[in-house]
C-alpha cells in the first residue's frame, strides 16, 4: 500500500479558496448552466446539479424517447492499482473479481467486517491491474486501511475525472455519429476506450436508467469538448441533457437502489439499528461464498445460518396512482410491516411502483395482504389512502434495448 | 422572622434554574448571592464603558431547551446564535479551519489529507452515536446502584436496557470512549496533526489532564452532547453574553414571585438536630428556611458551609478527595478595532468561530506539563472567540470584545499564592501568542480583564478556580458525582441539598443539575413536579 502524498505548502494554500463556492461546480456547468432554465439545482455531495433543466416529465421521455445527457462528475471516484489490485478488490468487494475480465465493469457492493453495507457501487476494470471504483460516498480511509499487505495504490480521483451518462434509445446511433466507431459491437458492461482530442474517453455500457446507454469518462481538462462532442453529434438524434429529478423516475422504473435513500450505509448510520447487510437490501445475490475471504464474510455466514437476517427489500406494485414516498407498509392494514423507500409512477409501465424495507417475516414468508398508507395532501387537506401493495420482481420495466447487441437501429 | 421554603445559596445559572422550578411549584424561595451581581461563571459585567464580556463562560451548547422553554426564557431576553466553526493558525503561516458545511469541511481537511478528509465522517458518526446515548442521562437524576428503592431499580433498569440495546460494537466504544486518551483516540481516525490539536481541544477545556492523559476522550463528549436549536454538537453565543442567561433566569424567578439577595455571603448552613434549617450570613443574619440548596461547589459546600461533626465521617473524606484542580485562566480583552490575522482570507467566517494557535497534540501536552509542574503554560492553548463578529449588542459598531480562555493555569504557582506580578505574566503568555499571529493586536486593546485561578475562585467561588466545580472524570460522574451515595442532590443533612455543577451531569452552562436536583427537593415535599418537562426524546 503507498501513502497519499501531501499537497505541496504551495498547493495547500491555494486551495483555501474553496470556502469561497461551497457547492463546486462539476467541469460541465458551463454547458449545464446555459441549458438550464428552471434554476433549479440541488445539492449532490457538495457539487451544484440540476434537479430539473426544463421539465421533469419532458426530461424523463428524453431517457425514453431520445439520448439523455446527464453530469455524473459528482460520483466518488477511486483508482485503484498495482500488481495485488484484482487480490485487493476480491477481498475488498462480495462478487468474484478474479472473474472481471479487463475491459469489464460490474455491480458490486462492500460491507464492514459485521458485514453490513458501506456502499454500492461499480468497478471497473481498466486493465488487468488497474481498476476504478465509482460510488456515493467516502471510503479512503476504509481502502487504505484495506489495502495494508497488499502491493497496490489507491487513490481518490473524483475531481481528476469527470463523468457523463447518455442513456436512451438513440444513444448508440449518437456515439456512432459522432465519431465513436464500432460502439455497437460493445455488449453491457463492456469498457472501451475511444480517442478524444489529445487524449482518450473510457466508455462503459451501463447506466441508471435500464435503458440503452453508456457512461463516459474523461480527464477534466477535457471534459467540455467531449460534451461539445456529443451535443453536435446529438442534434439529429434529440439529445437533451436531463436532471436528477427524471432520471430518478428512470432508475425506480429499472428497480436500482440508492445508497443513503433506500438503505443507509454504515457509516451513516447514526442509530446503530438501521445499518443492513446485503440480504437486507437486495444485493445478497451479489455475495459470492465460492471465492476466498471478503470483509464481512463470516458475519454474513452467521446471519444467514443463524437466520438472524431482519428485514429485506421488495419491490412494489401499489393499487391505483398517487406515488407512496416513504409511506408505512401494513400487513393486514394492522400491523406495521415496513416502509417504502422510493416510489414513481411509471410512465412507461403505468404502474405505480414502490421500493420498500420490510422487515422479516414480511416480504420474506408473509407476502400477501400487505397495504400502504399514503397520505395524499392537496390543496390543504389530507386524502388518506389505503391501497394494496404487492410484490413483484425488480426491474419493473425491462426493455430489451438494454441489452440488445448491436442495438436496434445501430 | 420569616421562614422561606427555601434558600438558594449562590446565583449561578443552575442555582437559578433550581430556584426558577422550585418557584413555580408553589415553594416561596429566596436566592442569596454574596456578590452584588448574579450569574456565577455565566456573568456578563461592563468593567469598561461600552464593552459588556462573557467574564467567565464565553460560548453555549450544553444549555437544555427543555429548561429554557420551561421557564419561558426567550420571553425574557435569552437569544443563542449559532456559530460557524473556526480555525488552528498553523506555524508556517497557514491554518485548518472548521466549516459548517460538511463537503467544505471535507474539502478543507483535504487540503492537509485527503485520507483524514474522508475519515471524519466515520470519526463524527461514532461520537454523535455515544451523545445520543448520554444525552438522556443528563435530565435524569443518576440511581443510586446501592438502593432498592423502585425509583434506583427501575432507572438502574433505565440504564441496563440503554446497554442491553447496544451492539457490541458500540459497547466496546462507549467504554472505551468512557477510559481513553483523547490523543489515542483521534489516533485511531486522523493522521494529520493540526486536525486532531483542533478536536483535542474539547477533550482538555477546564481539565486538569493532558490530551494524552487516559478520561479526557470523555471530556470531548460533554463538550459535543449540547446543541444549538436540536444541531447537536453545535455551539453557539448568547446574544448579550452569557450574562443574558442568568439575566433571563432571573427575571423569569422575579416574575413568578421568587426573591433574590445579592451581597449576602453565606457563612454557614444552620443546623438543628441533624436538619438544615437556614443560613446565617456573613454579617450574622440568620434567615430561616425550610430548605437549603447550596449552588456552590461540593468541597465549599460540605467544607466550608457545614461544621464537620454534622457529617458522616466517610462522606467528609470522600468530599475532601473529590477532584477539583484548577486549570484554566481566562483574558477578556476590549478592542477598539477589529484584529487581523493576515493568515485568514479577509471575510472568513472562521473569525466568528472559535480560534486557536496550538497546532499539534505535543504543543498542547508540553502545556500540561507545565501545569504539573505548578506554572502557567509557556505556550498555553487559547481557546479564542470575538463574539461581537456576530452579536452587535456587546461593544459599540467597529469595537470588539475577544475572550480567550487559557488552558492551562494552576491553581497555585510552584506551591504558593498568585501575586500580581504572576497574573500579569500568565496574561502576557496569551497576549503575545496572539500578536505573534495578528500585528497591531497590542495596539488595539482598551481594557482587559485577567482571571487566574485566584480571580475565578475569589469572585465565582469556584473552588481552585475549577469551572466545572469538580473535574468531569468518569470515577466522578454519574451515580459518583459528586461522591458515591449522595449523587441524588441530597445530603448527609436533612433538608440540605447541592444543585451545582458538582452534581450529575456535571459543568459547563447546562441547567441540568439546577433543574434535576428541583425535581428531587418536589419529591421530598410531595409537590407537583408537572413544571418540571421530562427531557425531549431523542430518536
Ligand atoms: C473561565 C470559565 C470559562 C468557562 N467557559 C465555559 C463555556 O464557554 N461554556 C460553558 O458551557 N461552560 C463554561 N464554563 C463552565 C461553566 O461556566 C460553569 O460550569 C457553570 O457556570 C457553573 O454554574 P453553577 O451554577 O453550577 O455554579 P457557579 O456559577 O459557580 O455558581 C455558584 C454561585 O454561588 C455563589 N456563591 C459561592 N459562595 C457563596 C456564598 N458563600 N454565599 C453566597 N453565594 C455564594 C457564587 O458567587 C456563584 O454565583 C466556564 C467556566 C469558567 C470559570
Known amino acids: 500500500m503507498t501513502v497519499v502524498p501531501p499537497l505541496t505548502d504551495e498547493k495547500r494554500r491555494a486551495a483555501q479558496k474553496h470556502i469561497e463556492t461551497i457547492r463546486f461546480e462539476t467541469p460541465f456547468h458551463p454547458r449545464i448552466a446555459a441549458l438550464m432554465q428552471t434554476n433549479d439545482w440541488y445539492d449532490w455531495a457538495g457539487y451544484k446539479s440540476a434537479n430539473t433543466l426544463w421539465a421533469e416529465e419532458l426530461e424523463y421521455f428524453a431517457i425514453r424517447a431520445q439520448s439523455a445527457l446527464f453530469d455524473i462528475s459528482p460520483m466518488v471516484k477511486y483508482r485503484i492499482e498495482g500488481p495485488d489490485a484484482e487480490a485487493f478488490c476480491n477481498r475488498l468487494t462480495l462478487r468474484d473479481v478474479s472473474k472481471l475480465r479487463p475491459g469489464r465493469v460490474h455491480y458490486t457492493a462492500w460491507c464492514d467486517d459485521s458485514g453490513h453495507v458501506l456502499d454500492d457501487g461499480t468497478l471497473f476494470r481498466l486493465a488487468d491491474t488497474r481498476f476504478r471504483l465509482c460510488c456515493q460516498e467516502r471510503h479512503l480511509p476504509w481502502l487504505l486501511d484495506g489495502a495494508l499487505g497488499f502491493d497496490v495504490a489507491v487513490t481518490e480521483e473524483t475531481e481528476e475525472i469527470a463523468g457523463l451518462a447518455l442513456q436512451g434509445p438513440t444513444s448508440c446511433a449518437l456515439l456512432k455519429a459522432a465519431g465513436f466507431d464500432g460502439i455497437e459491437t460493445m455488449k453491457p458492461f463492456d469498457i472501451r476506450d475511444f480517442g478524444h482530442e489529445s487524449g482518450s474517453v473510457t466508455v462503459s455500457r451501463t447506466g441508471f436508467t435500464g435503458d440503452l446507454g453508456y457512461e463516459l469518462f474523461i480527464d477534466t481538462p477535457l471534459a467540455l469538448s467531449l460534451w461539445d462532442r456529443l451535443w453536435t453529434a446529438g442534434e439529429l438524434y434529440g439529445i437533451r441533457a436531463i436532471g436528477n429529478a427524471a432520471l430518478n423516475q428512470a432508475r425506480i422504473e429499472a428497480g436500482l437502489i440508492v445508497a443513503n435513500i433506500d438503505f443507509i450505509t454504515t457509516d451513516h448510520a447514526l442509530r446503530a439499528d438501521r445499518v443492513r447487510m446485503p440480504d437486507e437490501t437486495g444485493l445478497g445475490w451479489m455475495v459470492d461464498l465460492k471465492k476466498g475471504h471478503f470483509n464481512g464474510r463470516r458475519a454474513i455466514e452467521d446471519a444467514r445460518r443463524n437466520n438472524s437476517i431482519r428485514h429485506v427489500l421488495v419491490g412494489l406494485e401499489i393499487e391505483g396512482n398517487v406515488p407512496a414516498d416513504h409511506a408505512i407498509v401494513y400487513h393486514r392494514k394492522k400491523r406495521e410491516a415496513g416502509v417504502i423507500t422510493s416510489a414513481a409512477w411509471s410512465p412507461t409501465a403505468k404502474r405505480n411502483l414502490a421500493i420498500a424495507s420490510l422487515e422479516r417475516p414480511y416480504g420474506d414468508t408473509i407476502t400477501e395482504d400487505l397495504w400502504v398508507e399514503i397520505y395524499a395532501l392537496h390543496e390543504l387537506r389530507y386524502t388518506k389512502l389505503m391501497k394494496r401493495a404487492t410484490i413483484v420482481p425488480r426491474p419493473f420495466v425491462k426493455l430489451p434495448r438494454r441489452t440488445a447487441t448491436p442495438p436496434a437501429d445501430c | ?539
Open chain 2, 1 to 539: 422572622m420569616k421562614r422561606w421554603d427555601a434558600v438558594v445559596i449562590g446565583a449561578g445559572h443552575n442555582g437559578l434554574v433550581n430556584a426558577c422550578y422550585l418557584q413555580r411549584a408553589g415553594l416561596d424561595v429566596l436566592v442569596v448571592e454574596k456578590n452584588d451581581w448574579i450569574g456565577g461563571a455565566a456573568v456578563s459585567r461592563e468593567l469598561t464603558p461600552g464593552f459588556t464580556y462573557s467574564n467567565c463562560s464565553y460560548v453555549c451548547s450544553l444549555f437544555r431547551p427543555e429548561i429554557m422553554r420551561d421557564l419561558e426564557l426567550p420571553r425574557y431576553g435569552l437569544q443563542v446564535i449559532p456559530y460557524e466553526g473556526g480555525a488552528v493558525f498553523t506555524q508556517d503561516g497557514d491554518y485548518l479551519a472548521a466549516y459548517h458545511d460538511p463537503h467544505a469541511h471535507r474539502r478543507e481537511i483535504a487540503r492537509f489529507s485527503a485520507r483524514d478528509a474522508e475519515a471524519y465522517e466515520r470519526y463524527a458518526r461514532d461520537v454523535t452515536r455515544q451523545c445520543r446515548f448520554i444525552q438522556p442521562l443528563l435530565m435524569r437524576t443518576a440511581p443510586d446502584p446501592a438502593s432498592f428503592r423502585p425509583r434506583d431499580l427501575s432507572e438502574l433498569v433505565y440504564l441496563g436496557r440503554k446497554f442491553a440495546g447496544m451492539s457490541a460494537e458500540e459497547l466496546q466504544l462507549t467504554v472505551r470512549f468512557w477510559t481513553m486518551s483523547i490523543s489515542d483516540f483521534l489516533d485511531e481516525y486522523f493522521e494529520t496533526d493540526v486536525l486532531k490539536a483542533y478536536l483535542a481541544v474539547s477533550g482538555i477545556i477546564g481539565t486538569a489532564l493532558g490530551p494524552m492523559s487516559p478520561g479526557t476522550a470523555y471530556v470531548l463528549l460533554h463538550h459535543y452532547m449540547g446543541e444549538v436549536d436540536g444541531a447537536v454538537g453545535a455551539w453557539g453565543f448568547a446574544r448579550g453574553g452569557m450574562g443574558s442567561i442568568t439575566r433571563a433566569l432571573a427575571d423569569s424567578l422575579r416574575a413568578s414571585g421568587g426573591t433574590i439577595r445579592t451581597e449576602a455571603e453565606v457563612d454557614h448552613v444552620l443546623i438543628r438536630n441533624g436538619k438544615a434549617e437556614g443560613v446565617v450570613l456573613a454579617g450574622g443574619e440568620e434567615i430561616r428556611a425550610a430548605r437549603v440548596i447550596s449552588n456552590a461547589d461540593v468541597k465549599r459546600t460540605f467544607l466550608k458551609f457545614v461544621d464537620e461533626k454534622e457529617l458522616p465521617e466517610p462522606f467528609v473524606k470522600s468530599v475532601r478527595n473529590f477532584k477539583i484542580r484548577g486549570s484554566s485562566g481566562k483574558v477578556n480583552i476590549a478592542l477598539d478595532s477589529m484584529p487581523q490575522f493576515p493568515a485568514l482570507p479577509e471575510d472568513s467566517p472562521c473569525l466568528q468561530g472559535d480560534m486557536h494557535f496550538t497546532d499539534s497534540i505535543e504543543r498542547m501536552e508540553r502545556a500540561y506539563d507545565d501545569w504539573k509542574a505548578g506554572r502557567w503554560s509557556a505556550d498555553p492553548m487559547i481557546d479564542m472567540v470575538i463574539p461581537t463578529t456576530l452579536d452587535p449588542t456587546m461593544a459599540a459598531p467597529g469595537k470588539h470584545f475577544m475572550s480567550c480562555f487559557s488552558q492551562y493555569c494552576p491553581p497555585q504557582v510552584e506551591g504558593r499564592d498568585w501575586t500580581d506580578a504572576d497574573r500579569d505574566a500568565f496574561a502576557e503568555t496569551v497576549i503575545s501568542q496572539i500578536a505573534d499571529y495578528s500585528p497591531g493586536f497590542r495596539d488595539r486593546i482598551v481594557h482587559m480583564e485577567v482571571r487566574t485561578p485566584r480571580e475565578i475562585e475569589a469572585e465565582v467561588g469556584l473552588t481552585e478556580g475549577n469551572i466545572f466545580q469538580g473535574e468531569l472524570t468518569f470515577d466522578q460522574l454519574l451515580f459518583n458525582r459528586p461522591v458515591p451515595g449522595y449523587a441524588q442532590y441530597r445530603s448527609p443533612v436533612d433538608g440540605l441539598y447541592i444543585c451545582g455543577s458538582s452534581t450529575h451531569p456535571g459543568g459547563g452552562v447546562m441547567g441540568a443539575p439546577g433543574r434535576n436536583a428541583a425535581a428531587e427537593i418536589l419529591r421530598d415535599a410531595s409537590k407537583s413536579t408537572r413544571h418540571v418537562s421530562p427531557a425531549y426524546d431523542v430518536i
